[in-house]
T-cell receptor, first 116, second 114 residues
Framework: KQEVTQIPAALSVPEGENLVLNCSFT??????LQWFRQDPGKGLTSLLL?????REQTSGRLNASLDKSSGRSTLYIAASQPGDSATYLCAVTINAGGTSYGKLTFGQGTILTVHP | EPEVTQTPSHQVTQMGQEVILRCVPISNHLYFYWYRQILGQKVEFLVS????????KSEIFDDQFSVERPDGSNFTLKIRSTKLEDSAMYFCASSVQGVSSPLHFGNGTRLTVT
């Protein structure tokens, strides 16, 4: 059974710092991995999606890497801002013989606080 | 930007009652999902729906649960005879091409069973 773990559980940094969030998964046979952001009382917003054949994806100040063989992904946030404060979730989809409809397995999230 | 909308935002019901949670996915999306998050726990997959039928469901999604796409725009989750442990945030999501494309989530319905 796929298990997804995120460390740290919480992170508090001053504005301007570069930071790294970690995600690990137990079954390397994944179809892809997504990073989401969740604001309090809101839904999940997809930040980056990395297909299993890719090593990284970038969007603005965000960069996500994927090392499938070791079962790890990192989300790098450059020049953090108070508006980045949120819970960040990673989720993987298992490669079910090339057919995958949408069963994401989530980590428990990292609560990020960026203070001015 | 188009978004997934869910109603109501908060539903309070008594144990044993039936509830229907409603969702309007993004109009050109073909894949629909329900997830839930019990307070303090991970987001959990419930069910995926494609081409007017369930494509995958979790062990949580037992006979108490059902999904329906009654028309071209709505996607509903029905919980029959609610239990206290059904209290959670329920998220609807949709995507263009299953998980080959990003999932777009609604803001959720907080279900409280008393």
């Amino acid at each position: 059974k796929q298990e997804v773990t995120q460390i740290p559980a919480a992170l508090s940094v001053p504005e301007g710092e570069n930071l790294v969030l970690n995600c690990s998964f137990t079954d390397s046979a994944i179809y892809n991995l997504q990073w989401f952001r969740q604001d309090p009382g809101k839904g999940l917003t997809s930040l980056l999606l990395i297909q299993s054949s890719q090593r990284e994806q970038t969007s603005g100040r965000l960069n996500a890497s994927l090392d499938k063989s070791s079962g790890r992904s990192t989300l790098y946030i450059a020049a953090s801002q108070p508006g980045d404060s949120a819970t960040y979730l990673c989720a993987v989809t298992i490669n079910a013989g090339g057919t995958s409809y949408g069963k994401l397995t989530f980590g428990q999230g990292t609560i990020l606080t960026v203070h001015p | 930007e188009p978004e997934v909308t869910q109603t109501p935002s908060h539903q309070v019901t008594q144990m044993g009652q039936e509830v229907i949670l409603r969702c309007v996915p993004i109009s050109n999306h073909l894949y629909f999902y329900w997830y839930r998050q019990i307070l303090g726990q991970k987001v959990e997959f419930l069910v995926s729906f494609y081409n007017n039928e369930i494509s995958e469901k979790s062990e949580i999604f037992d006979d108490q649960f059902s999904v329906e796409r009654p028309d071209g725009s709505n996607f509903t989750l029905k919980i029959r005879s609610t239990k206290l442990e059904d209290s959670a945030m329920y998220f609807c999501a949709s995507s263009v091409q299953g998980v080959s494309s990003p999932l777009h989530f609604g803001n959720g319905t907080r279900l409280t069973v008393t």
